[in-house]
């Protein structure tokens, strides 16, 4: 237990579908991030969240629409996905303030578009 | 913009033996940290060593240590006595100390390590 749960751990879905990631952490941390990992390719950072308020969206399409309802819970919903966006999706969480510590992650979302 | 650049996609080694990772990075600031990850094939990310910019000693935890070359702006692990669960993908991270959107981990691509019995 890593303390950030993501469900599920594997999704399929078509491209005209609607599906909806999910991110849960109970460390009392206040900022939240979804990133995207990609084979060869650095991680790539989604959205940032401090205190439930969106902070940063790095040029993500529209079809990627994050929500954070409270500091604990994260989602991710995704709809009329294309199949390059076929990856690992990760959330981490983290305490503000406390940079030395870096981020805790969890086990991503390995999300596939046919 | 800081980049963070690891040159070898993949690295192997014999069980017990010591190996290196490298780790680069470009960066115009003088008060930041940097990190090393571990990814095995559960996934889940796991900090493995830290170390913070300003402080010249190398960061050691166990059997897992750090090479900081400030001025070189060089940042590898080496990991020693290697085990077989030593296997994954190591990211090298860097962030600034700065807050806001500057403060966000920047990684590298990734070395995928291999353990041989």
């Known amino acids: 237990e890593t303390g950030v749960t993501q469900t599920p751990r594997h999704l399929v879905m078509g491209m005209t579908n609607k599906k909806s990631l999910k991110c849960e952490q109970h460390?009392?941390?206040?900022?939240m991030y979804w990133y995207k990992q990609s084979a060869k390719k650095p991680l790539e950072l989604m959205f940032v969240?401090?205190?439930?308020?969106?902070?940063e969206n790095n040029s993500v399409p529209s079809r990627f629409s994050p929500e954070c309802p409270n500091s604990s819970h994260l989602f991710l919903h995704l709809h009329t996905l294309q199949p390059e966006d076929s990856a690992l999706y990760l959330c981490a969480s983290h305490r503000l303030g406390q940079d030395f510590y870096g981020y805790t992650f969890g086990s991503g979302t390995r999300l596939t578009v046919v | 913009a800081q980049t963070v650049t690891q040159s070898q996609p993949e690295m192997s080694v014999q069980e017990a033996e010591t190996v290196t990772l490298s780790c680069t990075y470009d960066t115009s600031e003088s008060d930041y940290y940097l990190f090393w990850y571990k990814q095995p094939p559960s996934r889940q990310m796991i900090l493995v060593i830290r170390?913070?910019?300003?402080?010249?000693q190398n960061a050691t935890e166990n059997r897992f240590s750090v090479n900081f070359q400030k001025a070189a702006k060089s940042f590898s692990l080496k990991i020693s006595d290697s085990q077989l669960g030593d296997a994954a993908m190591y990211f090298c991270a860097y962030r600034s100390a700065l807050g806001g959107s500057q403060g966000n981990l920047i990684f590298g691509k990734g070395t995928k390590l291999s353990v041989k019995p």
């Open positions: 969240y401090n205190f439930k308020e969106q902070t």
């Open positions: 460390l009392g941390h206040n900022a």
């Open positions: 170390q913070e910019a300003y402080k010249q």
